[in-house]
């Protein structure tokens, strides 16, 4: 089972930028085997796929932050972040790393493993 810890949240104006970031344990070369990535569940509102990425580094969004996040991998530590840039209101959520074996996924009941969550709160 991969544990996966989450940093990085926390409260910005529109328009203002964090990075999150996801450890993940339970398994050497993580990527060798999962892809890791970030889904968010903004109050009253269903869990979203934001964005993933694989062992080729190749990135899948979801067009609502497209242009907007970046998601990187530190194979080495890993890690996966997520640079959030020009943030609005409605990015409002909590943020999950999230990891599923062998190929990313934007579907909520086909993640294998789900970290505790970072709060992203944004401002007007």
């Known amino acids: 089972q991969v544990q996966l810890v989450e940093s990085g949240g926390g409260s910005v104006q529109a328009g203002g930028s964090l990075r999150l970031s996801c450890v993940a344990s339970?398994?050497?070369?993580?990527?060798?085997?999962?892809?890791l990535g970030w889904f968010r569940q903004a109050p009253g509102k269903e869990r979203e796929g934001v964005a993933g990425i694989c062992y080729s580094g190749s990135a899948l969004y979801a067009d609502s932050v497209k242009g907007r996040f970046a998601i990187s991998k530190e194979s080495a530590k890993n890690t996966v972040n997520l640079e959030m840039n020009n943030l609005k209101v409605d990015d409002t959520a909590m943020y999950y790393c999230?990891?599923?074996?062998?190929?990313?996924?934007?579907?909520?009941?086909?993640?294998?493993?789900w970290g505790q969550g970072t709060q992203v709160t944004v401002s007007p």
């Open positions: 339970g398994y050497d070369r993580i990527y060798s085997r999962y892809c």
């Open positions: 999230a990891a599923n074996e062998a190929y990313w996924t934007m579907v909520v009941e086909h993640v294998d493993s």
